[in-house]
T-cell receptor, first 117, second 111 residues
């Protein structure tokens, strides 16, 4: 299995531009998560989906951020317009259906390093 | 508000010795705890976990201890190896699927 795939790996853009980050979860996983890592706040959950439906977007910082999951194999995180404070590493993670233990580990992608100038 | 705290941003340990990483949490509703390991330019990878009904879980060189009354958990790595040099994140969950992460501890294992 290729694992969680994210693209691009690095993105440099100018303030005000639209940025789209992409994620392909592991096949068969029905949960997908978007995280952001910064020095100040560490790893924080932005939004997660179950069976392509957004379940909790309370971590999305503001209306400039939006996420979609049009099908089981693809999700996007969009920032429009981007600002320098959005500079961070953005991770996508996926996990399989809930097992009898009630919990399954999340598998993370390699991340997208976003720099907004 | 940070509900999961790792107060030591870094830890240096000699190869072969024990590494002890600490994590504190504030939410008594957390019932599942995990440790993730992260190398540079890679995503975090799952290391070990523990349910709130247990106080210890061991997997090879890695052992996690949970003290619910103190709302504290720790990760012991024995013996430490150079390949253990990485950032370690503590995480906690109060309902399936939503994790709260600590800020991470950078471990450096020296020869």
């Amino acid at each position: 299995d290729a694992g969680v795939i994210q693209s691009p790996r690095h993105e440099v853009t100018e303030m005000g531009q639209e940025v789209t980050l992409r994620c392909k979860p592991i096949s068969g996983h029905d949960y997908l998560f978007w995280y952001r890592q910064t020095m100040m706040r560490g790893l924080e959950l932005l939004i997660y989906f179950n069976n392509n439906v957004p379940i909790d977007d309370s971590g999305m910082p503001e209306d400039r951020f939006s996420a979609k999951m049009p099908n089981a194999s693809f999700s996007t995180l969009k920032i429009q317009p981007s600002e320098p404070r959005d500079s961070a590493v953005y991770f996508c993670a996926s996990s399989p259906p809930t097992g009898t233990s009630g919990y399954n580990e999340q598998f993370f992608g390699p991340g997208t390093r976003l720099t907004v100038l | 508000d940070q509900q999961v705290k790792q107060n030591s941003p870094s830890l240096s340990v000699q190869e072969g010795r024990i590494s002890i990483l600490n994590c504190d949490y504030t939410n008594s509703m957390f019932d599942y705890f995990l440790w993730y390991k992260k190398y540079p330019a890679e995503g975090p990878t799952f290391l070990i976990s523990i349910s709130s009904i247990k106080d210890k879980n061991e997997d090879g060189r890695f052992t996690v201890f949970l003290n619910k009354s103190a709302k504290h958990l720790s990760l012991h790595i024995v013996p430490s190896q150079p390949g253990d040099s990485a950032v370690y994140f503590c995480a906690a969950s109060d309902s399936w699927g939503k994790l709260q992460f600590g800020a991470g501890t950078q471990v450096v294992v020296t020869p």
